[in-house]
């Protein structure tokens, strides 16, 4: 199956980012899974103030990794991912589970430049 993971690491440096998505991507695949791809967003402001691990954050480094691995690796990532002191929040979207829905998705996330605020109206 292929998962995406978006996630937010508190700011500072981008060791610490560097270090988690190394962690995750080696877990997903000592577990026998194969990473797609990665894609660093960098530091945002969020979209509301966040209250993590007693503290408040307002910014926060996004990263994306795709990769794909059967459901119990996925809960294992979300568990080893909950417990790191340095997230701030992430999800874990299930992008496909057959070979036809997955075959074009590539590994990068582009930033959507080309959408206009009309386009959705």
């Known amino acids: 199956m292929l998962y995406e993971l978006i996630a937010i690491v508190r700011p500072g440096s981008t060791h610490e980012v560097r270090e988690i998505a190394r962690n995750t991507g080696l877990q997903v695949i000592r577990s026998g899974g194969v990473i797609r791809g990665y894609t660093n967003w960098g530091p945002f ?14 910014d926060g480094h996004h990263f994306f990794m795709r990769f794909d691995s059967s459901g119990p690796v996925q809960a294992s990532l979300r ?39 009309t386009d959705s109206i």
């Open 45 to 58: 402001r969020l979209p509301r103030a966040t209250t993590k691990h007693q503290a408040r954050y307002h």
């Open 79 to 117: 568990r080893t991912l909950s417990l790191d002191p340095r997230m701030i929040n992430f999800t874990v979207v299930k992008l496909g589970d057959t070979l036809e829905k997955v075959k074009d998705i590539n590994g990068r996330i582009e930033w959507n430049n080309s959408r206009n605020i």
